[in-house]
C-alpha cells in the first residue's frame, strides 16, 4: 500500500508558476509509473501528465503541453509538476496518483487545490 501526499498548490496570477509535489510511502514507489490528475467542481477527474516508473517516458494533455512538466526523484520518492504559464482555467484540484497494475491507478493523494486568478 502506497500513501500520496501532495503539497504546493496555492493562488497564483494568471502567467505565473507553481511546483507539486507528490511524496510517496509505504510501497515500491521507484516501481510505479506516476501521474498528476486534475478535477473541477462539476467535471470529470482528468489524467494531465504521467512519467514512467524511471522517469525517461512521459506524457502530458494537449490542454498542458509545453507548459506544465512532470519529473520525479525515486531516491526521494517523490514526484513533481512544475507549472508554468498557469491560466485561469488550470484552476482545480490536483492529484497524484500511482499505477500498480498497467493500465489503472490504484492509489491515490488527497489533492491540492490551484486557484489561478485573472
Known amino acids: 500500500q502506497v500513501q500520496l501526499v501532495e503539497s504546493g498548490g496555492g493562488l497564483v496570477q494568471a502567467g505565473g508558476s507553481l511546483r507539486l509535489s507528490c511524496a510517496a510511502s509505504?510501497?515500491?514507489?521507484?516501481?510505479?509509473?506516476m501521474g498528476w490528475f486534475r478535477q473541477d467542481p462539476g467535471k470529470e477527474r482528468e489524467l494531465i501528465a504521467s512519467?514512467?516508473?524511471?522517469?525517461?517516458?512521459?506524457w502530458y494533455a494537449d490542454s498542458v503541453k509545453g507548459r506544465f512538466t512532470v519529473s520525479r526523484d525515486n531516491a526521494k520518492n517523490t514526484v513533481y509538476l512544475q507549472m508554468n504559464s498557469l491560466k485561469p482555467e488550470d484552476t482545480a484540484v490536483y492529484y497524484c496518483?500511482?499505477?500498480?497494475?498497467?493500465?489503472?491507478?490504484?492509489?491515490w493523494g488527497q489533492g491540492t487545490q490551484v486557484t489561478v486568478s485573472s
Open positions: 512519467i514512467s516508473w524511471s522517469g525517461s517516458n512521459t
Open positions: 496518483a500511482a499505477s500498480r497494475v498497467a493500465g489503472q491507478f490504484d492509489y
Open positions: 509505504g510501497g515500491s514507489f521507484s516501481s510505479y509509473p
